[in-house]
């Protein structure tokens, strides 16, 4: 299921969210204070696993579902870039912000294939560059309502892990997470629409 919006005018929010626990069985002969930090340590690197392989409904892994749709202060920046050919945005993913997608020398935000709605927001010739190891330039739209235009758009293979996705590097710390005041644990959206010319723009909301 894809989640499309034809720019509504106003959101709506949810409370709805849950997260699992993960049971984890401890080895009788450590102690308890062994036992409790080697558990969250586990209990971590389990959820982070699990993050990366579960599939996704709708591209929302986190957070209120149905997701909320954008605001018509986005409404607004997106409908200056667009033409009436591409009216319709979609939601590609709906998650929290992981460690890793904030530091500056990781310098990416991630997205496993298997957790977004689906990539059919790519064309033919897109797909092709990508699965040849190749970026493509991307106009962002940043939570700020500012755009960016330093991101590289690329296929991403997971070490470790059968599992591959796509991400935004290049000038993403220094030009999203610190311009944007981004957080570990965040919760944010990513948007997919076309341009008046075609092109592949993203936008990103920051639901907090």
């Given at each position: 299921?894809?989640?499309?919006?034809?720019?509504?005018?106003?959101r709506?929010?949810?409370?709805?969210?849950?997260?699992?626990?993960?049971?984890?069985?401890v080895?009788?002969?450590?102690?308890k204070?062994?036992?409790?930090?080697?558990?969250?340590?586990?209990?971590k690197?389990i959820?982070?696993d699990?993050?990366?392989?579960?599939?996704?409904?709708?591209?929302?892994?986190?957070?209120p579902?149905?997701?909320?749709?954008?605001?018509?202060?986005?409404?607004?920046?997106?409908?200056?870039?667009?033409?009436?050919?591409?009216?319709?945005?979609?939601?590609?993913?709906?998650?929290?912000?992981?460690?890793?997608?904030?530091?500056?020398?990781?310098?990416?935000?991630?997205?496993?294939?298997?957790?977004?709605?689906s990539?059919?927001?790519?064309?033919?010739?897109?797909?092709?560059?990508?699965?040849?190891?190749e970026?493509?330039?991307?106009?962002?739209?940043?939570?700020?309502?500012?755009e960016?235009?330093?991101l590289?758009?690329k296929r991403?293979?997971?070490?470790n892990?059968?599992?591959?996705?796509?991400?935004?590097?290049?000038?993403?710390?220094?030009?999203?997470?610190?311009?944007?005041?981004?957080?570990?644990?965040q919760?944010v959206?990513?948007?997919?629409?076309?341009?008046?010319?075609?092109?592949?723009c993203?936008?990103?909301?920051?639901?907090g």
């Amino acid at each position: 299921m894809t989640f499309e919006s034809g720019i509504p005018k106003r959101r709506r929010t949810s409370d709805d969210h849950h997260d699992d626990d993960v049971v984890l069985r401890v080895v009788p002969e450590e102690t308890k204070v062994t036992r409790r930090n080697k558990s969250n340590n586990k209990r971590k690197r389990i959820r982070d696993d699990r993050d990366t392989s579960n599939t996704s409904k709708g591209g929302v892994i986190h957070g209120p579902n149905p997701p909320p749709p954008i605001s018509e202060e986005l409404a607004q920046v997106i409908r200056s870039m667009t033409t009436a050919d591409h009216p319709n945005v979609k939601l590609v993913i709906q998650r929290k912000l992981f460690q890793t997608d904030t530091l500056s020398r990781q310098n990416r935000l991630q997205m496993p294939r298997n957790q977004i709605s689906s990539d059919d927001f790519l064309n033919e010739d897109e797909k092709k560059k990508l699965y040849q190891n190749e970026g493509i330039q991307v106009r962002f739209i940043q939570p700020n309502l500012e755009e960016e235009n330093g991101l590289v758009f690329k296929r991403w293979k997971y070490k470790n892990v059968n599992c591959a996705g796509y991400v935004f590097n290049k000038n993403w710390h220094k030009g999203v997470v610190q311009k944007n005041g981004l957080e570990c644990g965040q919760l944010v959206q990513v948007w997919f629409f076309r341009d008046k010319d075609g092109n592949p723009c993203f936008a990103m909301v920051n639901l907090g």
